[in-house]
Every structure is written in C-alpha cells, then in structure tokens.
C-alpha cells in the first residue's frame, strides 16, 4: 500500500486513497481500471475505524459455612466482550447466480482478507464450590460450573465468517464453550511414621522409606468440544476461499436411541450440501464431541538426613487409568470419513523426579 500526498485528494487531506500492489492500482480517481495483465493479487487491509476491545464482567454469589466445617459457595458469574478482533473476507460476492467477478465490490480483484474490531461475545455461568479440610491430614475441594458462551468469532487469527455480509450468522457457542465441568482434587498426607497414627514407633531407617508420604489427585470430567458441520465447498458462489460454509440439516443428527461410536458421532444422512447459490441451515457449533474425563495422580516424599538436607522423590501420572478420550468427528460433507472421529488425547504419561534440597 502507499499513501499519496495530501494534495492529492481534497476531501480527506492525508488519508489512504490508493490501494495495492494492484497494476494498475486502484484509486478514488480511478476505481474500477481495467483488469491487469496476471491474476489478481490479494492483498490484507485493516479497518481504518477500530476501536479498542474491552471486557465487561459481573457477578454476585452467597457464601455459606454449613455444619461439620464444611464450605459452600454458590455464584453467577457473567462476562462480555465488545469491539473484538473478527478476521474476514472482503470483497466477496453477493449470493446469487451468474460469474463471481460480476457480483465482486471490486469486480477485477479476489478476496481481501480484513481484520476488524466489530466482533462481541457473552459468557454466564453458574459457579459452585464446596470444601473443607476433613482432617489435619487431608484437604479436598470440588467445583462446578454450568455455563454458556456466545460470540461471532473465537480465534483472531483465523476466518470462521460464512458470510461477510451478514456477520451474524456467524454467532453461536464459541469453539472453546464446554456447558458442564466438574472438578475434584484432593491433598492427603498418609499417617504412616513417626508421629503418625501407624507406625509412630518405626525404626528410623523404616520411617525414612514410609514416613512423610504425600499423594493428591485431580479428577477432571466435563462436557465435549462443539464443532460446526461443514460442507467442505462453496455453494454460496461467493468466491470465499476460507472453507468454512456450513451444510444443510434435514433432520436430528442425534435421535433418541442412537448409538454414538467411533465410526457414527452422529446419523451423517441429517446433513447434506446445500444447493448452489444458498447458505447451509445448520448453525454454528451446533454440535458436540465425546466428553472429557481425567484423573492425574501424584506422590511426594522427603528423605531427610539432616534438618537442613533432604532429598525430594516426587511421581507424577497424568491420566493414571489411561482413560480414552477422543477427538471430535471429521465435519465435512466432501470428507470420505464423514461423522467417524480419527484422534484421540493423550494417553497416559508417567515422570518422576529427584530434588535435593539444603
């Protein structure tokens, strides 16, 4: 891009008036020149008009000591966005019939990529947490949250605009909205040593193996990814080039009785590619993968030899019962496994380490 001379338009004094790398460039005095010698050349541009992106947040909540010591917090937590980074195709074509040129703002150019602060999102939830230390030895804590997340665009750095034109086709659950999570962790020193309720008389080689252990735990579970069914092609004839037009839906995906497997997440005849000239009916992750579950597991002692020398022996297993969790099924019409999930998380993942203080 080059920015003329102040004189060179008199209505906006020094603001951008040309355009490029285009040959010839495109101008206020000549807009639409003829098409150039080779292909159109893409170019990015960036709103002259944004804003600054804000957050907004608001919550209230009760807290409440119950019998036996334990803890009880309930709260509404609520959030949004305004003025976030959307990233999309200008200089589509409109949806109708006939060659995409024609249709085109700029008619002798492709798509330009843009980036704008016009996008927004909102966030509520319900957040519940209940604690207590059930003995000197052992503190457990356990937290939900129900929740809903809304916006038009979840990744400033990728596309997932369907149509310029109309941004708000484009709101749905955010790509990271996970409705229900359930958190349980846990601290438990093991009374076994010296001191201890078993083994206070141990003899001190014996205490030094046994004594001082310490395990904790975190036990995740909550509900699968969204993901949106694509129909892999341009069947608006709009000249988008980011792939990311939505198919049609005929019918529920997930009927009651359904089996839900590996090969068929979902029934794959509920969608199909829309017809030409037209915007796919089914919305914006609309649909969700195979729920998340996950227990990590840790055990650390301390040697001592000395009061100031101690040698740390720490084990750390991350998805201790190598738990199968799957990724979200392909979801594209033009993909040969349509509705078959093909990856999956990590399996289990076991470390342990040596640390010697003093």
């Known amino acids: 891009m080059r920015r003329p001379n102040s004189s060179s338009h008199p209505l906006c004094g020094g603001c951008l008036t040309t355009i490029g790398p285009y040959n010839p460039p495109l101008s206020y005095s000549n807009p639409f020149p003829k098409p150039p010698v080779g292909p159109p050349t893409p170019t990015f541009t960036i709103n002259l008009d944004n804003r600054n992106p804000y957050a907004l947040e608001w919550n209230f909540g009760v807290e409440q000591l119950l ?71 052992l503190t457990f804590l356990n937290s939900f949250t129900w929740s809903r997340s809304l916006d038009i665009h979840s990744d400033a750095n990728s596309n997932s605009i369907q149509y310029t034109y109309n941004k708000r086709l484009s709101y749905g659950p955010s790509d990271f909205n996970v409705p229900l999570i359930n958190v349980t962790s846990f601290v438990y020193y093991l009374p076994v040593g010296r001191g201890k309720a078993f083994g206070s008389s141990l003899p001190r080689a014996l205490d030094l193996l046994l004594g001082g252990w310490q395990t904790s735990g975190i036990v995740t579970l909550r509900s699968g990814l969204p993901f949106s069914i694509y129909s892999g092609i341009d069947n608006a004839n709009i000249g988008s080039t980011s792939n990311v037009m939505l198919g049609d839906i005929v019918k529920t995906p997930v009927p009651s009785g359904f089996d839900q497997n590996r090969a068929h997440w979902f029934d794959t005849s509920a969608f199909k590619t829309p017809a030409l000239n037209t915007i796919g009916t089914s919305s914006r992750n609309m649909m969700r993968g195979p729920s998340y579950q996950n227990v990590d597991f840790s055990a650390m002692t301390n040697f001592m030899f000395t009061e100031q020398l101690r040698l740390q022996f720490r084990a750390e297993m991350f998805n201790l019962f190598n738990h199968t969790n799957f990724g979200t099924p392909a979801n594209r019409l033009t993909d040969p496994n349509f509705g078959a999930i093909l990856s999956a998380l990590p399996s289990r993942d076991v470390q342990f380490g040596l640390k010697l203080l003093w």
């Open 67 to 137: 019998p036996r010591d334990w803890k009880l917090s309930v709260n509404y937590v609520g959030a949004g966005g305004r003025h976030l980074v959307l990233v999309t195709e200008e200089n589509v074509a409109v949806i109708g019939p006939g060659p995409i040129a024609d249709r085109r703002p700029v008619h002798n150019t492709g798509s330009i990529g843009n980036r704008e602060n016009t996008g927004n999102s909102n966030y509520n939830s319900l957040q519940a947490k209940v604690e207590k230390n059930l003995t000197s030895s």
